[in-house]
């Protein structure tokens, strides 16, 4: 989402660098492809080291029975691809392909559709699938969801968030490594990439000029950090779900994201600011 001219902080701080917004997405692209090939490689690393790649008995068993059927012997590049299918026509739609433009709603029903296609399963059963998940994602992940964003309130009405951005904004040299490390932690614990940039770029990024730095720039480093805050935080929303699918508890997911995330934000920092 950081390369999406759709995302929301890219629009923000293109905005207040009075600039393109697809200038900006072409002046922090590089260093979000040098995050993205850290991340890729670095969990790719702790996941090995951790044996992930194989799983026990157990395991197997568990999956096995969750999803209702035996272990997956041959790959399907069809299936494989099913779940992409809505991003694949949402940024074809916003970017390159005008008549395929639509709401994320429709896009999903057509990645249903392209999946019963692909499935060749019995639609009557399908139609049950699909909005079992739809409840379950709601019963088993909102619930959650909701709790974090009620402790990420409470930590904004403590007053924790906001002495902390009164502090970068007080200190220029604080506020230059704050432009990293500043967004990634807030998001760690707040859950939210998306509070902790906005909090940021708000406050302090407006004024990247008067400690001797361009707006662009410092805005650029929030949002990229912001997202790497957020996959290292147990109560990130996405986190959560993907935890919930792999049946394990969010903190064995942080397990594999946090190490990569920190090298990534300190690789940020030094290449950026």
Known sequence: SILSPGMSHNNFVAGISKMN??????LHTPFSLIMMGIGLVGITIVCLVLRDNKPTAEELAAYSAKEGGAPIEKINFLKALAPLVPLIILVLGN???????????????????FTLLVSWCDP???????FRGMGNGYGDVMGIIIAAGVFAA??????LID?????????NELARWGGSLGPFVLAVITGSGDAAT??????????????GMQVPNLGSLALISGSLGRTMSPIAGV??????????????LVKRTAIPMIVGVITLALIMV
Request: proline residues 5%.
């Open 21 to 26: 917004v697809m200038d900006l997405i072409s």
């Open 95 to 113: 970017k390159y392909v005008p008549v395929l433009k639509m709401g994320v709603a429709q896009a999903m029903v057509l990645g249903a559709i």
């Open 124 to 130: 009557q059963k399908f139609s049950k699938e699909f």
């Open 154 to 159: 409470g930590l904004r009405s403590a007053g």
């Open 163 to 171: 002495a902390f951005v009164t502090a970068l904004k007080a200190s």
């Open 198 to 211: 906005f909090a940021f770029n708000e406050a302090v990024t407006p004024h990247a000029l008067d400690f």
């Open 239 to 252: 986190v959560i779900l993907i935890s919930g699918l792999a049946m394990v508890p969010p903190i064995q």
